[in-house]
């Protein structure tokens, strides 16, 4: 049998840590993926697929060499969503992205975690550039993608989610 080890960086704002998934996040994180406050990210899906997606969190990190981070609350370790550097084969370019979970909506959540996870993609990893997908009816990933100083940059079709809108991020050099 052979072994794969790897490392989800963990990174550390005021509020939050952002950490590798864990078993005792399942249900909050299969929960969300069933809800109604999912079909802006292709849901509600059953809990089946929800596992499936779970397990896809890490393994998008084996596959290259970034991912999604749980979001916690760093006092307590309740999970609040799934932020952080997002690259299916069917995207046409890596990306930024978040969901929150009921518990951190309207608290700047997704905001914190979004900011620290751009912060790796560029000095960590040497991004020269980010997007975000947003789905132009989620009204409040679109305000968040302002807050972040993201630009509209066009459209993707994509063949399962529908017409997303692209949300280009200010580049490294413009941040500095």
């Given amino acids: 049998m052979t072994t ?3 490392t989800i960086p963990e990174i550390e704002t005021p509020r939050l840590r952002l950490r ?11 929960d969300f ?3 109604d406050r999912s079909k802006t990210v292709g849901g509600p899906y059953p809990r089946h697929t929800g596992w499936g997606q779970f397990a896809g969190l890490i393994g998008h990190w084996v596959i290259r060499g970034f991912g999604r981070w749980m979001v916690a609350d760093k006092a307590d370790d309740t999970p609040l ?3 952080g550097l997002y ?6 370019e890596p990306e930024i992205a978040w969901s929150v979970f009921d518990a951190a909506e309207g608290r700047g959540i997704a905001c914190e975690a979004a900011l620290a996870s751009r912060a790796y993609a560029y000095d960590t990893l040497g991004w020269s550039g980010a997007m975000s997908l947003v789905d132009p ?5 679109v305000a968040l993608a302002r807050r972040l100083g993201c630009t509209p940059d066009g ?12 949300w280009r991020h200010p580049a490294p050099e413009t941040l500095a």
Avoid: C, Q
């Avoid at 590798?20 to 299969?30: C, G």
């Avoid at 459209?155 to 692209?166: A, Q, S």
């Fill in 137 to 141: 009816a989620n009204t409040r990933s």
């Fill in 81 to 83: 969503g799934i932020v």
């Fill in 87 to 92: 690259h299916p084969e069917d995207w046409p």
């Fill in 20 to 30: 590798a998934p864990k078993v005792s996040d399942l249900e909050t994180y299969i």
């Fill in 155 to 166: 459209t993707y079709d994509h063949p399962t989610y529908g017409l997303m809108h692209i």
């Fill in 33 to 35: 993926r069933a809800s």
């Fill in 4 to 6: 794969v080890t790897f």
